[in-house]
């Protein structure tokens, strides 16, 4: 067999949506024109019914980290105490990101594959009444564990810190109901749900956040919210924008309301399940098991096998492009993603390759078990969906 397509399956950047593709070669625009506010603005209206809030949304030229910096910066003064409730790669970036900029930061960490509970973060609330912020990943990305974020919330809620949450893969993987559960600021990017490439960062901000940026005092310049705001108003943005991706995330936006918000979880979910099923078959153990994202699905590599060897050879074997583990997990864990414009025919050709790896590693499957639990799953909804 000679020919091999690639699939782009790791949970960011992630597949991407044709007709996003097609529009982003219109970009020769000029962005302080009346077109471009024209568009501007309605996406900034299309992404804030996308996900759901009353609050004011606005975009950043960066990857998802720029808004996490940006978070930071407009929401603190230094020496602000904050708590970073951490599980994995990303809350270490909450951390190294808030110590960067000399805030005092209590960490609540959970091993990798767990979550924080929301009665630990329960208790560090009580025992630090001058907390000012608590940082969390909705879905953690490095291990594929959900955090409870409307638990959190709601504690979050009843004191003076501001909640901010890192929902880069958790926006269009799980349900946020980010004005009822007191999410301050959520946190996305383009090259996750979005189906873009990477370069875009929303934010949605709560009227508690913005009242505390009126005295927050870390310097910023290029990543200031206020002035930003300002801009938005106007239909504009305060520096060059990113063009072509806001003209790929008009269409994508579009696709995305048609579907509904709630059937690309849904999607992703169902996905999820799917694939823990087939890990089930084959059986594999997964890394989070308790907690499991919609977003990405962890699996252990098998005894004597590396997980890094699995990755490989999805690529030179059949062009699937899947995650390894991040730093310390490298090797021993590869990561399956859901988020975005993935379907179930991914998830059956995943399987299958995985299956045959698996064997040619003298790994004890038998050839087409997790093929046929994601079939058995399809078919289940299928009819669950007819009745
Ligand atoms: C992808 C991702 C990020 C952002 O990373 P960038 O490379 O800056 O886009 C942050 N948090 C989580 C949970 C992610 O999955």
Redesign the pocket.
């Known amino acids: 067999m000679h020919i091999k397509k690639q699939r782009l399956l790791t949970?960011?950047p992630t597949p991407l949506y044709p007709k996003a593709l097609q529009a982003m070669m219109g970009s020769e625009i000029h962005h302080r024109t009346q077109d471009f506010r024209d568009l501007y603005s309605s996406v900034l209206g299309d992404l804030k019914a996308v996900l759901g809030t009353g609050h004011d949304v606005l975009m950043l030229a960066?990857?998802?980290?720029?808004?996490?910096e940006a978070a930071v910066t407009n929401c603190f003064s230094p020496g602000d105490r904050v708590i970073v409730c951490s599980a994995?790669?990303?809350g270490e970036?909450w951390v190294e990101l808030t110590r960067a900029f000399g805030l005092e930061v209590l960490v609540l960490s959970a091993p990798y594959g767990s979550v924080v509970e929301p009665a630990a973060l329960a208790q560090a609330l009580a025992a630090n009444p001058d907390v000012m912020g608590v940082f969390v990943?909705?879905?953690?990305?490095?291990t594929g564990a959900a955090h409870d974020v409307r638990a959190m919330g709601e504690m979050v809620q009843r004191t003076a810190a501001v909640f901010i949450v890192?929902?880069?893969?958790?926006i269009g993987s799980m349900p946020l109901d980010i004005d009822r559960w007191g999410l301050d600021i959520v946190?996305g990017?383009s090259?996750?749900a979005f189906m873009l490439p990477?370069g875009l960062?929303f934010l949605s901000i709560s009227p508690k956040a913005w009242e505390r940026m009126e005295s927050a005092r870390l310097p910023r310049y290029y990543f200031d919210l206020q002035r930003e705001k300002k801009s938005a108003a106007k239909g504009e943005s305060s520096w060059t924008p990113a063009i072509a991706l806001i003209l790929g995330l008009a269409e994508v936006l579009r696709y995305v309301k048609t579907l509904g918000m709630d059937q690309l979880i849904d999607n992703a979910q169902q996905l999820a399940a799917a694939t823990r099923a087939a890990c089930g078959a084959l059986g594999l153990e997964l890394f989070a098991p308790f907690n499991p994202s919609g977003?990405?699905t962890a699996v252990k590599a098998p005894p004597g096998l590396s997980s890094s060897v699995i990755v490989r050879e999805f690529h030179e074997k059949f062009g699937s492009i899947i995650a390894d583990g991040q730093g310390e997990m490298a090797g021993r864990i590869f990561r399956i993603a859901h988020l975005g414009y993935y379907d179930i025919a991914d998830l059956f050709a995943l399987v299958a390759e995985l299956e045959l790896i698996l064997i040619a590693h003298g790994v004890p499957v038998e050839l087409g078990r997790g093929v046929a639990a994601v079939q058995e799953y399809y078919a289940r909804q299928k009819q669950l969906a007819t009745v």
Do not use: L, N, Y
Not at 137 to 142: G, I, K, N
Not at 166 to 170: K, R, S
């Open positions: 949970p960011g960066s990857s998802g980290t720029g808004a996490m994995g790669k990303f970036r990943q909705a879905s953690e990305s490095s890192d929902a880069i893969t958790g946190i990017g090259q996750k990477p960062a977003a990405v």
